[in-house]
């Protein structure tokens, strides 16, 4: 194993709570962890149903029922999940795309050993030097425990200050700053506005003095 990889690892454990170490085998777990950059967010899920509900799981995977996870099949429970997941920032949706997906075998979710693997990113619009990221999980929620936490930002001018999650940990919200940021504008933006509401009181104003015109005709000295 790298060593940084193992380091991280190794950062990561003492922060996760007791049911990281295993689940109940009525429980599908959902563990997602999320990297920062400036300009995007990425997030990694890990998906694992247990004994009792496994059988459940791949119903809505194998649709076919053939005993094989196709690769459409595959893209269609990614996007499914995807849907089930939402991510903001600064109170602003993101759309996440895919980026990669690993599925096991059928044989091996049975027997409660297989992992569904899911990584998805989404840029970020232009924002100041706080930040406040929120992802919530609602995929298969009946039978869901979910697990939710944040890497150590690789970038050094990304600092985490905040970390709030629900009871259940389906609801998450990440507060960091970024030096380097220049806050938005908003007098420019202000100034802006005026701008265009200028030009449109006089389109009106010019507008207003054609009709005038027309209806009482040239004016006489």
């Not at 100041?128 to 050094?156: M, W």
């Not at 998450?172 to 420019?188: E, F, M, N, R, W």
């Amino acid at each position: 194993m790298n060593i940084n990889l193992l380091l991280v690892a190794l950062a990561i454990v003492p922060c996760l709570p007791a049911s990281a170490y295993g689940h109940r085998l009525d429980e599908y777990l959902q563990a997602a962890l999320i990297s920062l950059e400036k300009d995007h967010v990425q997030v990694a899920m890990r998906l694992v149903p247990g004994v009792a509900v496994s059988d459940f799981v791949l119903k809505s995977i194998d649709t076919n029922a053939d005993g094989v996870i196709s690769q459409s099949e595959q893209q269609a429970y990614a996007e499914r999940v995807l849907r089930d997941v939402s991510l903001a920032i600064d109170a602003r949706q993101l759309r996440p795309r895919i980026i990669s997906m690993e599925f096991p075998r059928v044989e091996d979710m049975r027997e409660g050993l297989g992992e569904i693997r899911i990584e998805f990113s989404a840029d970020f619009p232009l924002g100041g030097p706080k930040r406040s990221l929120t992802f919530e999980n609602h995929h298969q929620r009946a039978i869901a425990a979910y697990l939710v936490n944040c890497l150590v930002p690789r970038d050094p001018d990304i600092r985490v200050v905040a970390q709030n999650r629900s009871r259940q940990q389906s609801s998450y919200q990440l507060d960091y700053v970024q030096a380097g940021v220049s806050p938005i504008p908003l007098v420019s933006g202000w100034q802006d506005e005026r701008v265009w509401l200028s030009m449109a009181a006089l389109f009106l104003f010019a507008r207003f003095a054609i009709l005038w015109r027309q209806a009482h005709g040239p004016t006489r000295l």
